[in-house]
């Protein structure tokens, strides 16, 4: 019984000093939040499958943060927040609107990535949605390239355009600076971690892509959401012991 008991202990402790040791604040990502998504681009989440979402990580005890927050985290990795999480979403779908209602209620920040040559299309947000979603201090929104390419495949003159002037349209647009990038579909090379650093990001996102299992400031992972996650799988997700699981596919 003793035997046991040390091993079981013995077990935990190592866990737990794994977990430490590759502990990310976990990012949450969406895209679509309706019935379909823009030319099937995306898997959508329901706005009932999202208010549900929204309200069990509440219930669960999370706490979103802000992008400033984030931006504080990765400057001091040994800043205390208690059970934080980050909510973003890409592309700048229209139906994104709906959600930001849900998340005021609730008082969670959340970081919306947005291409800047989609503003205005079909199914996308226009320029005054994105300035009237922004004017709060809870909707950061940020880069997602200029017309989503896939920086990992494109020459680096053009990757350096998409990092460069997506960020200069969208001060322009907004008149406050953008902090973020998230590379299309999670694709880079080390040049472009490195074009983003330059280009004056404070930070970079990718999916579940990454050179290694290390954490990079300017190719941060994140966590896909699905219409099935409910309380269970979300409370797994962002409890940490989901990066064990976690294997990065190739960025290129």
Known sequence: MIVVFFIIFSVVIALSLYLNRYYEIPVMTYHAIGSSSVNGSAE???????????????KLGFRPISLYEYCLWLDNR???L???VLVTFDDGYKD?????????????????????????REGYMSAEDI???????????????????????????????EIQESRRILEDTLNQSVRAIAYPVGGFTREVLVMAKAAGYDCAFT???????????????RI?????????????????AYNLFRHPRKPF
């Open 44 to 58: 959508a989440v329901t706005l009932e499958a999202f208010r549900k979402q929204m309200a069990a990580i509440k």
């Open 78 to 80: 040994h800043l205390s």
């Open 82 to 84: 208690h059970k934080p």
């Open 96 to 120: 994104n609107l709906a959600a930001v209602p849900i998340l005021r209620a609730l008082g969670f920040p959340a970081v919306m990535f947005v291409v800047p040559g989609w503003l205005g």
């Open 131 to 161: 300035k009237r979603i922004s004017a709060g201090d809870r909707i950061d929104v940020n880069s997602h390239t200029l017309n989503h390419c896939n920086l990992g495949l494109v020459h680096r003159d053009q990757a350096a355009g």
């Open 207 to 221: 999916t579940n892509r990454g050179l290694d299992r290390k954490f990079q400031r300017y190719a941060i992972r």
């Open 224 to 240: 896909k959401i699905t219409p099935r996650d409910n309380a269970f799988t979300l409370f797994f997700k962002l409890s940490g």
